[in-house]
């Protein structure tokens, strides 16, 4: 099976602008969960979708935010970026809710200049 | 609240020395714990993980991990390193309650020189 996919994997933006990232789970899987990892504060959860619920959401500002779709693809969007928002962005799928283990895409790296 | 701390942010070792990568962890209930691999530029890579059962949990790439209820620890070990195990390696623990989120440790660097 092919892992989980995100695009694009490198995006570069300026302050106030917005940004969307898509990730691809693994086929079959229902669980989208998004993660932030950033040097200062390392790894940090996002969000995560099933069967298209946003089921849990982390403490991020109202500016992140995200959607799942039918075929269990997922967007996150960023709007007014700001310089703190740099980081890189990874989605994780899991197959269902029976499921314990999360596999993770390469990621996007987002620089905000 | 559940939290994971891996003590070292650096381990060295010897390629074919035995290796550790400490990780405690501090969850209220039974812990789901899990180790993961990130090597540079690339997302993260699932070693293994403890739900239940046996203590010593074996995983990908010859690494194995021990679970320890009395001391709240979950150490990564390997028999024999590899160089191309230097990468870094998070520790993490499921969040409780109804949520499948992922706490993590902050990470240590793992290198093995030749």
């Known amino acids: 099976k092919a892992g989980v996919t995100q695009t694009p994997r490198y995006l570069i933006k300026t302050r106030g602008q917005q940004v969307t990232l898509s990730c691809s789970p693994i086929?079959?899987?229902?669980?989208v969960s998004w993660y932030q990892q950033t040097p200062g504060q390392g790894l940090q959860f996002l969000f995560e979708?099933?069967?298209?619920?946003?089921?849990n959401k982390g403490n991020f500002p109202g500016r992140f935010s995200g959607r799942q779709f039918s075929n269990s693809r997922s967007e996150m969007n960023v709007s007014t970026l700001e310089l703190g928002d740099s980081a890189l962005y990874l989605c994780?799928?899991?197959?269902?809710?029976?499921?314990?283990?999360?596999?993770f895409g390469p990621g996007t790296r987002l620089l905000v200049l | 609240a559940q939290s994971v701390a891996q003590p070292e942010d650096q381990v060295n070792v010897a390629e074919g020395n035995p290796l550790t990568v400490k990780c405690t962890y501090s969850?209220?209930?039974?812990?789901?714990l899990f180790w993961y691999v990130q090597y540079p530029n690339r997302g993260l890579q699932f070693l293994l993980k403890?739900?239940?059962?046996?203590?010593l949990v074996k995983g990908s790439y010859g690494f194995e991990a021990e679970f320890n209820k009395s001391q709240t620890s979950f150490h990564l070990k390997k028999p024999s390193a590899l160089v191309s195990d230097s990468a870094l390696y998070f520790c993490?623990?499921?969040?409780?309650?109804?949520?499948?989120?992922?706490?993590f440790g902050t990470g240590t660097l793992l290198a093995v020189q030749p």
């Open positions: 994780a799928s899991r197959a269902d809710s029976a499921q314990e283990t999360q596999y």
């Open positions: 086929s079959g899987h229902r669980s």
């Open positions: 979708y099933f069967s298209e619920t946003q089921r």
């Open positions: 969850v209220s209930g039974n812990p789901y």
């Open positions: 403890y739900i239940t059962g046996d203590n």
């Open positions: 993490a623990v499921r969040d409780t309650g109804a949520t499948n989120k992922l706490i």
